[in-house]
């Protein structure tokens, strides 16, 4: 008689629950904002962003020839210098907004022009990749926008098309200086979809529980915003 056994993922084997908080992530309000934002979007990556991506492309160990994979590419600037970093190998994208995923895919054409670059327009929970695809992933200020349990999601599926010991890198918004905290809780009051909540001090816990090998953890400041950079091996 045929048996079909069901596949677990790493954190429901563990009986993991994801924390306890009270954001929900709409997807339709995410998409409706980045897309409008994806012109501007380039001016915050410049003034926020940019040291920190810096730190984790290095931390994240990609060298030409690999199979890399950015989630959540925003306008595009993390994935170029990923494209840089590995113009014989292959990169892909994805993001859940339209504007954002091709405005990446079209701004890494133009800079580097042959290389094998393709972005596209997808959810982070269920990615259109096959299990063990990507050499190293890498994800910033993602997590923030989703829900509890769509951060274990997101990070399950990160973990399976990673190919085994591949490396994840991911850069959150820190939560080390207290004005900036009071800050973003006024700002993402006022607009939740654009900001999310903050939450990094919660990922370390659900990268373990998703059975990632913590490697390094960096925390750093532009511009007054600060970033926390993790990096882990599947
Ligand atoms: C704060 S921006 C960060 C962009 C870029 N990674 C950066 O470092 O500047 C968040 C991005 O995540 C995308 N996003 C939000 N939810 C997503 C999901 N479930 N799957 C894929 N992309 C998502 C948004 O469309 C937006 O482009």
């Not at 306008?75 to 840089?84: A, I, K, P, T």
């Not at 339209?98 to 890494?108: C, D, E, G, I």
């Not at 989703?146 to 010991?165: C, K, Q, S, W, Y």
């Not at 850069?171 to 909540?197: E, Y």
Request: glycine share 6%; aromatic share 8%; hydrophobic share 40%.
């Amino acid at each position: 008689m045929a048996t079909s056994t069901v596949r677990q993922s790493p954190a429901a084997r563990r009986g993991t629950r994801p924390f306890e908080d009270s954001f929900r992530f709409l997807p339709d309000n995410t998409r409706r904002v980045y897309d409008m934002l994806s012109p501007i979007y380039p001016v915050s990556t410049m003034l926020f962003h940019s040291n920190a991506h810096k730190v984790a492309l290095s931390l994240a160990g990609v060298t030409d020839g690999m199979r890399v994979l950015e989630v959540a590419t925003g306008s595009g600037e993390m994935f170029s210098r990923l494209v840089r970093s590995n113009p014989n190998g292959a990169t892909c994208g994805i993001d859940i907004s339209p504007n954002m995923a091709a405005r990446t895919q079209r701004v890494a054409r133009n800079r580097i022009p042959g290389v094998k670059a393709h972005c596209q327009a997808s959810d982070s929970r269920q990615m259109p990749f096959r299990d063990g695809s990507f050499d190293a992933v890498v994800c910033c200020y993602l997590l923030e926008l989703l829900g509890a349990e769509d951060i274990v999601r997101t990070l399950e599926e990160m973990r399976r098309v990673l190919r085994p010991n591949g490396k994840l890198a991911l850069v959150l918004t820190g939560q080390q200086d207290p004005a900036f905290n009071v800050w973003h809780k006024f700002i993402a009051g006022i607009a939740p979809a654009f900001l999310g909540r903050l939450m990094e001090t919660r990922i370390p816990e659900l990268m373990d529980a998703c059975e990632f090998e913590l490697e390094h953890d960096q925390q750093l400041r532009q511009t007054w915003y600060p970033s926390r950079v993790v990096v882990a091996r599947r």
